[in-house]
């Protein structure tokens, strides 16, 4: 009778030591997490100068090989959105513009150096400017988090990168990045970092947060207010967990409670009717 | 053998082992290669843990029909270093998953899963040499669990399987 109770008294003691250990881990990879996200940002070693450079090649290929918009009407609504965020973003070290480029896709890319792409048909799905400001406030979140350059040199390299800075193989790989980052994934992290700068920015700017979560109810094809039989909208396979960051939004708006909102002074339907179509064929 | 000796050597189960100098130095030497192996199998079968744990499983087969000893040690061997490959199996898969997918987001539980992991491979290493280290000299080391299945197997097993009950010689009842 000694031997099984010797061995269940054995057994035990390996469980209470796997579980020791698994606390262990957990308690090592806690204490370990700011040296490992300052390794992470490792790409604070890359110069500011060079997503400037980068950021001058990206505007050039667009402007030269897409159709970015030239509509004063648009280009007035869209700087006034910027410029009312922008007024409330704290010591950027970047010069932040929005284009908006004519395309099938309905997403919006953030490019490094601060050039953030707003395909037609997501500023066509929006209903206000308040909605355009959401998805804003979220690209400025990666902006300021150099998520796009933390892409790149994760996806190319530092060498590569800086063979693009210094127009070796500029051209080519400039147009393979402009691809690539349309299809982007950033980290889970990295995007709620970005929905949480974004969510805060908005009530900074007296825009509610809700107006994000308006947006998302707004294009998910599974929620009440999202329509069916709707094309792949290209934002959610960049933007995943959508219904996480409803909530989310909507917590912010109670969180952060704008009392008074200051409404944009735009005829957002103007500035939609201006828009080239994509899906009704006008 | 007074029975005092008997009580000392037997530990009261009746179970009489070989001690130290009663094993032959080849007896030793395969018992310690076992765990010698088990390092060499681990050095080298690090990034695919289970060609570690085939070289494991073919030492101890070459063995097992050796002197109990060295079975002792080689099944004890073999016995450890399994979930301790599937740990590292595990981790090199994850790792690759990781690496092949966008699944970063994951990360820090990985961190976690490789520290848990590097743990247990410490722990691994530190009572391997102290096997290997008794077994060179001729002595048992029981690991918790997998050593107490060993014996069993090697010392306990045979006396069950080759003597059942109704052959077994007993002294007269009331005795």
New interface residues.
């Given amino acids: 009778m000694k031997?099984p109770k010797?061995?269940a008294r054995?057994?035990l003691?390996?469980a209470t030591l796997t579980v020791l250990?698994?606390g262990?881990?957990?308690a090592?990879?806690k204490l370990v997490r700011v040296p490992?996200a300052k390794a992470a940002k490792g790409v604070d070693s890359v110069p500011l100068s060079w997503e400037m450079h980068l950021k001058d090649g990206l505007k050039k290929y667009l402007e030269n090989d897409s159709k970015v918009l030239d509509d004063k009407v648009i280009t007035a609504a869209v700087d006034s959105v910027r410029n009312r965020l922008l007024a409330h973003v704290a010591d950027t070290v970047y010069k932040i513009e929005v284009v908006v480029v004519e395309s099938d896709q309905v997403n919006a890319v953030t490019f490094p150096g601060g050039l953030i792409v707003v395909f037609t048909p997501l500023l066509r799905l929006t209903s206000s400017p308040e909605e355009l400001a959401a998805v804003l406030a979220h690209e400025i979140g990666h902006v300021e988090h150099r998520d796009p350059i933390k892409q790149i040199v994760k996806e190319l390299g530092v060498s590569t990168v800086l063979s693009m800075v210094n127009g070796g193989r500029a051209a080519p790989m400039l147009e393979t990045m402009v691809k690539d980052f349309v299809n982007v994934?950033y980290?889970?992290?990295q995007e709620r970092a970005a929905d949480q700068y974004g969510l805060r920015l908005l009530a900074d700017s007296h825009i509610n947060p809700s107006h994000f979560a308006k947006f998302m109810e707004n294009l998910a094809p599974d929620t009440a207010a999202g329509k069916k039989d709707r094309p792949e909208i290209e934002y959610f396979s960049t933007h995943p967990d959508v219904h996480a960051r409803i909530d989310s939004a909507y917590a912010a708006a109670k969180r952060f409670d704008v009392k008074t909102e200051k409404r944009f002074n735009i005829d957002w339907r103007n500035v939609k009717r201006r828009l080239p179509s994509v899906f009704d064929g006008n | 053998m007074s029975p005092a000796m008997e009580q000392q050597e037997t530990n009261g189960t009746g179970i009489v082992l070989p001690q130290p100098q009663e094993l032959t130095e080849r007896e030793k030497e395969d018992a310690m290669g076992a765990y010698l192996m088990m390092f060499a199998a681990w050095g080298a079968g690090f990034p695919l843990p289970m060609v570690g744990l085939i070289a494991s499983v073919i030492y101890f087969h070459l063995n097992k029909k050796s002197s109990p000893f060295t079975a002792f040690h080689s099944y004890q061997g073999l016995l450890t270093h399994i979930p301790i490959s599937l740990l590292n199996a595990a981790a090199v898969i994850w790792g690759i998953v990781l690496v092949l997918g966008k699944y970063s987001h994951h990360l820090r539980i990985y961190a976690m899963f490789c520290v848990f992991a590097g743990i247990w491979n410490a722990l691994y290493m530190v009572y391997s040499i102290i096997a290997c280290v008794k077994a060179r000299k001729g002595k048992f080391y029981y690991f918790w669990v997998f050593g107490r299945l060993s014996f069993a197997k090697y010392y306990l097993a045979p006396t069950r399987a080759t003597a059942p009950s109704s052959e077994r010689n007993l002294p007269p009842e009331g005795m």
Avoid: G, K, N, P
């Fill in positions: 031997q010797a061995m054995e057994l003691f390996l250990i698994a262990a881990s957990y090592i990879v490992l994934q980290t889970r992290e």
